[in-house]
């Protein structure tokens, strides 16, 4: 059974600072990832997806990919004390919406 | 407005009570889950609907069944609750089953004493 194990389990970084969330995956067949955030109280959303290898950057976050070594991150420049939430990796399973989801990585900001 | 809508917010029962869970979404898609994430957060998926059909039904006990009365509504019986039943349960929908962003409502957190 495909898993998703991501660290740190949790995370504290000052306000400006980098935060930087990884991801691996057990199954090679994965090949579409996504990053969720959850705030306290609230559903997660979606933050980006990555479906290629190499970078990808919106704004103050950049995710990287590399399904030779199954391995996605997340970082987060300029941190602020509004992106302090729960953060899961997520893969699809196929070519469907069925996503297989980590346990999560606590991001706390300190103002 | 368009988004998910999830009702109640907050239910706390007894063991063997059946409880129902509602959830909306306006936002025009053809896929609609359920899930459930537990006091370590976990979730995992429970359902799916794609217009109005059922596509994934994971392991999870008989007294949990889905109600699907059209695209746009996707509501969870649980028959006769279970300590373990309690947990937050997050409703969900993309605009159909390919991979897509899925959009969560606020989810409805179960108390079974």
């Known amino acids: 059974q495909q898993k998703v194990q991501q660290s740190p389990e949790s995370l504290i970084v000052p306000e400006g600072g980098m935060a930087s969330l990884n991801c691996t995956f057990s199954?090679?067949?994965?090949?579409y990832f996504w990053w969720y955030r959850q705030h306290s109280g609230e559903g997660p959303k979606a933050l980006m997806s990555i479906f290629s290898n190499g970078d990808k950057k919106e704004g103050r976050f950049t995710a990287h990919l590399n399904k030779a070594s199954l391995y996605v991150s997340l970082h987060i420049k300029d941190s602020q004390p509004s992106d302090s939430a729960l953060y899961f990796c997520a893969g699809n399973v196929g070519d469907n919406s069925k996503l297989i989801w980590g346990l999560g990585t606590s991001l706390v900001v300190n103002p | 407005e368009t988004a998910v809508f999830q009702t109640p917010n907050y239910h706390v029962t007894q063991v063997g009570n059946e409880v129902s869970f509602n959830c909306k979404q306006t936002l025009g898609h053809d896929t609609m889950y359920w899930y459930k994430q537990d006091s370590k957060k976990l979730l995992k998926i429970m359902f799916s609907?794609?217009?109005?059909?059922?596509?994934v039904n994971e392991t999870v006990p008989r007294r949990f069944s889905p109600q699907s009365s059209d695209k746009a509504h996707l509501n969870l019986r649980i028959k006769s609750v279970e300590p373990e039943d309690s947990a937050v349960y997050l409703c969900?929908?993309?605009?159909?089953?390919?991979?897509?962003?899925?959009?969560f409502g606020p989810g409805t957190r179960l108390t079974v004493l």
């Open positions: 199954d090679r067949n994965s090949q």
């Open positions: 969900a929908s993309s605009r159909d089953w390919g991979v897509r962003e899925q959009y």
């Open positions: 609907y794609n217009n109005k059909q059922l596509i």
